[in-house]
């Protein structure tokens, strides 16, 4: 899994973005609120990112904060919201402000966002209920912690979510999440 990327802004071309590391150009899609901070062409840039892999193409999403890319990864996780309708989310309101909205059950914020209706917006409130918090300062946004990430990468590789949870609760809380994969491909292994 591709948890970040350092580079050379390349090319953009809203909403993929093309990022030269060591020779090599990563397209990467990302929500217009990242687009809008990015360096001009030519400037350095670190993204956090998420890889999604389908049976047609393997796409690389970008984030220039972790809790845009931990509300990127909630939001796809919600039955019928696919990664295009995630970045339409956050390209109509910060992460702070969609964790406020679904804090408040405020629908009428969601279906401000192109593509969202009212039932889509009901579905949002319902599904994300208590797995945002509301705060004041996109710094405050919760940042994910190792053991999510582990978490995420064991999904990545193919692993169910219920067989990853169990195993990543039995890994230490201070762990990297280098060592705390291999821990965790280790226990699974047995």
Avoid: W
């Amino acid at each position: 899994m591709i948890g970040r990327i350092n580079g050379t802004l390349i090319e953009k071309l809203p909403p993929t973005i093309c990022v030269d590391v060591n020779g090599v150009g990563y397209d990467l899609e990302v929500p217009m609120s990242t687009l809008y901070d990015l360096p001009d062409i030519g400037g350095k840039v670190s993204l956090y990112t998420h890889l999604a892999v389908r049976e047609d193409a393997h796409v690389l999403y970008g984030f220039l904060r972790a809790d845009e890319r931990l509300a990127f990864r909630t939001l796809i996780k919600v039955s019928g919201i696919g990664a295009r309708t995630a970045l339409a989310i956050l390209s109509g309101m910060s992460s702070t402000e969609l964790a406020n909205a679904i804090t408040q059950e405020d629908a009428s914020l969601l279906v401000k966002i192109p593509g969202i209706g009212a039932k889509t917006a009901a579905r949002l409130l319902l599904e994300l209920k208590g797995k945002f918090t509301a705060t004041t300062n996109t710094a405050e946004a919760q940042i994910p912690s190792a053991k999510s990430d582990i978490l995420n990468a064991l999904i990545a590789l193919g692993y169910s979510e219920k067989e990853s949870t169990n195993v990543v609760k039995n890994i230490a809380a201070d762990v990297s999440v280098s060592d705390g994969i291999r821990q965790a491909l280790q226990l699974l292994a047995k």
